[in-house]
């Protein structure tokens, strides 16, 4: 036999071409020395035989402290490359890797083998093969690393000899001896691996006692995309088998296939390692919506401005508004000047606090929090200082006490001017209150403003303050309206107390939204703090001694420390399901659509004052329920009223920074239809 | 003083949030850096705003590197997208003392040397850029569109070998990147597995 090698490497890999070299004996054909690894090529049986598997076996043997790399080599390296040049009637299979070890460099995890390999290869020859000895030709490229890593390349003519009795005493070569005993063993449970967004889920079905002194499980992916390979899997042991969790890359590539090498290390026993191929479950790709977020500048800036505008209908800023506008009514008797200086300081105070809002929300989006448009009534204590608030200008109003805050008139005149300072309250009170709303168009604008640069985020949302304040700043630039205003009277005193009604509901609604944050006895302390609150601010106003005042504020603040303690030691109360609905989660869903049926999910809060709306005037009545089952609809439930990362992140693959979003995918299909922000129950019913 | 108590409260509130790594995402806003190129210059990512932006870890000594600079291939691609309006920044993640690590002079004689088109060479050596976008080989590559929006990231082609001849018949995934991005359409490749050297970093990790 002869054999000869040639190298096409290029002069800058500065490394030796080895010789070629004649086999030892029995079944080598080559052994090849490169720069920094010795590698031997054998041939099982030392032939091949027709109709018959032959194995060829490639033996890479690194300089000491440096290694090779698996198929998949992890965060960096790489797998070695084989290209074969076959005479017709043969044909090489996949080939079989011993199972990897974890190879750590810096943060990053590579898969490998720190000293000698052997990878085989499966030799198939067809049944009608013939000629007595075949030339099979290989080119290797293989990467050997310390911490520099240095490429081996060769190219063979292997000679290949066909014959079914030659040598057969080498089929106990060690070298396949020893390369088999390396190899994965062949798994005969079944699994499953599902890949979500930021964990992939690998599912043994194996029999509880199988697991039983099972200390650690790793799962080796053939693919990317399944897992971050530098971090820790952990593993449970469940009733229906194993399931280990591992952490992914959220946006990686999705991988097409599961295979992977489990390695399972027992108590007192030498780890084990098994070949799997898992049926693979993947959810919707995210970047079908890559282009949602990519509304031009000018139409987002269109959309706030008029998102802003039409807020002012909307429910939850109403309470305020019916105040402003009853502040309004004094207007003829203010001058042009004082009007549109209250206009303009209603206008900041909106302006500001948008601002601190948004400021607030970027701050801790950039520290990684995943939070959206909304976020600061899903923690209870704003929620509930929002209350007493509530409470407090309720009481106010009311008459039971007075706070300078400029709505009650300025001593006894009723009309009294409203101040530039009330005004900017209003204007704060219009803000706090209306994050809870989304009006039309507005969810687009916000969902593109966060995702952008600062400036945008500041232009974006300044806007929206400027759309909500429109209306009223317009308003208190016309003497013509101003001349049209009633004569103020000791009417106005019965409106301004009737005012406080609406201000107890706007109280009572974030009572029920604290009751579900916080649960029953969370809700009752929340109750108990407005009475002591309450009382301590009517004391502080009833008494001039210092002792009364030193008691009032000792009352308001222990109270607070108490709503405080509640608040953060909540637990959310567990939502029942209803009969037709499930909770939204990734897998949920994607079981559903793995099934094919269409799915409606609607993701809500109950501090969203629209969502709550549209589930009453749509969702929930009668014929739209009717229309959904008709048609099998399985609808989920996705509750953003405390904070939740998975929801968050499907709300910003939308395009969306909070609530409502309203998908509905049609069946078998994984694109959703995306419906408007306010619903109809005819919306709903025309897109099924 | 309730105000400042308020204020302190609520402050613990948001300071008690987890904070997480922002690893670039993909049709999401790329991570904000700031860095010194070789010539001495602070280097951001707003800086770049407007611009479509291509970010390729780099380093001279690795083989595979050397495929697609030895060849002509990188420069070639270099090249052909500065010209259509894109920045091209090489960053250079090696720590003190690890095969890549160069100074600025010497960054900017291999820019010279090799005629690379790139506009910028980002000196990483702490690795702070490179662990921020979670820069794994050399080469690695990032796209980001005009609007700091992540559109590619990933290996700069599907051939993981260090063999010239492997270039030829190549599909180069930025360059097709680039037309779909170009072409307004989804990409339909947004994601790859990186291939190449280890990026070269201390370490001490974080």
């Given amino acids: 036999m002869k054999f000869f090698s040639k190298s096409i490497l290029a002069p800058f890999f500065g490394f030796l071409i080895a010789c070629a070299s004649l086999p030892a004996a029995g079944a080598e054909l080559v052994t090849y020395d490169a720069s920094h690894s010795r590698v031997s090529i054998a041939l099982e049986a030392g032939a091949i035989t027709p109709g018959e598997t032959g194995w060829l076996a490639f033996t890479i043997n690194p300089r000491k402290g440096w290694h090779t790399y698996w198929k998949n080599s992890g965060d960096s390296g790489a797998a070695p490359i084989f290209e074969w040049h076959l005479p017709e009637g043969l044909s090489v299979g996949a080939p079989l890797f011993a199972a990897p070890e974890r190879l750590p460099i810096a943060h990053l995890m590579n898969y490998g083998f720190k000293g000698r390999t052997t990878i085989l290869f499966p030799l198939i020859a067809a049944a009608d093969f013939h000629g007595s000895t075949s030339t099979v030709g290989l080119t290797a490229e293989w990467l050997v690393c310390e911490i520099e890593c240095v490429p081996q390349v060769a190219n063979w003519d292997l000679k290949i000899p066909t014959g079914a009795e030659l040598l057969v005493g080498s089929v106990s070569d060690p070298i396949f001896i020893e390369a088999r005993s390396l190899l994965p063993e062949l798994s005969y449970w079944d699994s499953a691996l599902k890949i979500g967004q930021t964990q992939s889920l690998l599912t043994l079905y194996m029999d509880e006692s199988e697991l039983s002194g099972l200390q650690k499980a790793y799962f080796f992916p053939e693919t990317d995309g399944v897992a971050i390979y530098n971090a820790e899997q952990t593993f449970e042991s469940t009733p229906d088998g194993l399931i280990v969790h591992i952490a992914r890359e959220r946006g990686a590539v999705m991988p097409q296939n599961g295979a992977g090498v489990l390695q399972l290390s027992f108590a007192g026993s030498p780890d084990q390692t098994f070949d799997i191929e898992p049926k693979l479950a993947v959810m919707p790709k995210a970047e079908v919506r890559t282009n949602v977020g990519h509304l031009p500048f000018w139409q987002a800036a269109l959309y706030a401005l008029f998102g802003g505008l039409i807020l002012n209908l909307m429910p939850c800023v109403f309470p305020i508004l019916s105040l402003k506008a009853f502040a309004f009514v004094s207007a003829n008797y203010k001058t042009a000047t004082n009007r549109r200086r209250e206009g303009w300081a209603y206008t900041a105070g909106i302006w500001i606090s948008f601002m601190a809002i948004v400021g607030v929300l970027m701050a801790l989006r950039a520290g990684g929090a995943a939070i959206g448009w909304g976020f600061q009534l899903q923690e209870p204590l704003f929620v509930g200082l929002l209350a007493i608030l509530m409470v407090l200008v309720a009481l106010s109003l009311a008459g039971v006490f007075t706070i300078q805050l400029g709505f009650e008139g300025s001593g006894q005149q009723l009309a009294g001017r409203e101040g530039a300072q009330g005004a900017f309250f209003k204007g704060v009170l219009a803000t706090l209150v209306a994050t809870p709303c989304t009006a039309p168009l507005m969810a687009p604008a916000i969902g593109f403003a966060l995702t952008q640069p600062f400036y945008t985020v500041v232009a974006v949302f300044s806007l929206l303050a400027f759309g909500l304040a429109l209306p009223f700043l317009l308003l208190s630039y016309s003497a013509r309206v101003a001349a049209m205003m009633p004569k103020p009277g000791a009417w106005m005193e019965k409106v301004k107390q009737g005012l406080a009604f609406p201000m107890l509901l706007t109280a009572v609604w974030l009572v029920y939204v604290y009751d579900l944050q916080t649960g029953a006895a969370g809700a009752l302390s929340l109750l108990m703090v407005v009475i002591f609150i309450s009382f301590s601010v009517w004391l502080w106003g009833q008494t001039q001694s210092k002792t009364g005042r030193i008691l009032a504020a000792s009352i308001g603040l222990a109270s607070l420390v108490a709503l405080s303690y509640v608040s953060f030691g909540a637990k959310p109360s567990v939502h029942s399901e209803s009969q037709f609905e499930a909770a939204y989660s990734e897998k949920k869903l994607d079981e559903l659509l793995e099934s094919g049926q269409p799915v409606f999910v609607y993701f809500s809060a109950e501090w969203c004052i629209t969502c709550k709306v549209n589930e009453q005037i749509a969702l929930f009545r009668d014929e739209t329920q009717a229309a959904l089952r008709a048609k099998n609809v399985q609808v989920l439930k996705g509750d953003w009223t405390n904070r939740n990362d998975e929801i968050a992140r499907v709300l910003a693959s939308y395009g969306r920074a909070g609530v409502p979003l309203y998908l509905y995918f049609p069946a078998g299909s994984r694109d959703a239809i995306v419906l408007p922000e306010v619903i109809t129950a005819s919306s709903i019913i025309d897109i099924l | ?206």
């Fill in chain 2, 1 to 206: 003083m309730l105000k400042l108590k308020l204020l302190a409260i609520l402050g613990c509130i948001w300071v008690s949030l987890p904070a997480a790594a922002l690893m670039p995402v993909i049709g999401e806003r790329a991570p904000e850096f700031m860095g010194v190129d070789s010539k001495g210059n602070p280097v951001s990512l707003s800086d770049f705003t407007g611009k479509p932006l291509i970010l390729e870890w780099t380093n001279h000594r690795c083989p595979y590197v050397k495929k697609h600079y030895k060849s002509g291939n990188m420069q070639r691609i270099q090249r052909q997208l500065t010209e259509a309006g894109a920045v091209w920044v090489s960053v250079i993640s090696s720590a003190p003392g690890k095969p890549g690590q160069v100074d600025g002079a010497k960054a900017d004689a291999l820019t010279a040397s090799r005629g690379s088109y790139a506009d910028k060479i980002l000196l990483d050596s702490d690795g702070t850029i490179g662990r921020l976008y979670g820069a794994k080989t050399t080469p690695h590559i990032f796209l980001i569109d005009a609007q700091s929006t992540v559109r590619y990231m990933g290996a700069i082609d599907d051939q993981p070998s260090t063999r010239k001849s492997s270039l030829v018949g190549a599909r180069n995934y930025l360059l097709q990147a680039w037309q779909e991005l170009s072409e307004g359409k989804t990409i339909t490749l947004a994601s790859t597995k990186p291939y190449g050297c280890t990026v070269k970093y201390s370490d001490v990790t974080d």
